[in-house]
Nanobody
């Protein structure tokens, strides 16, 4: 059973940075998609960034391009999201997700989320 645990959220002022981490356990497939999503109160969940275990580059939402970077450390089974130049509209609960097969993620396994709050 795949388990994902996010950390690194917090409260920052606009223009600041945070790095989210997602530590994974129980992944048995070597071919999978992994990504970060977010959901703000009253809004639908949106994909922020994703990448595949076999490479091929990362995909970002237009709203975060040039500011956020997704990466992974295979030795630590950890997925990261470096968030720079944060804006109040980035405030949301952030989730990581993993699903065997190709991207994008339609179901798969999800973490419990970590809250990011950006003040102006």
């Amino acid at each position: 059973q795949v388990q994902l645990v996010e950390s690194g959220g917090g409260s920052v002022q606009a223009g600041g940075s945070l790095r989210l981490s997602c530590t994974a356990s129980g992944i048995t497939d070597s071919f999978y998609c992994m990504g970060w999503f977010r959901q703000a109160p009253g809004k639908e969940r949106e994909e922020v960034a994703r990448m595949h275990s076999y490479g091929g580059g990362a995909t970002y939402a237009d709203s975060v391009k040039g500011r956020f970077t997704i990466s992974k450390d295979n030795s630590e089974n950890t997925l990261y999201l470096q968030m720079n130049s944060l804006k109040p509209e980035d405030t949301a609960m952030y989730y990581c997700a993993v699903e065997a097969g190709h991207c994008p993620i339609w179901g798969g396994s999800w973490g419990q989320g970590t809250q990011v709050t950006v003040s102006s």
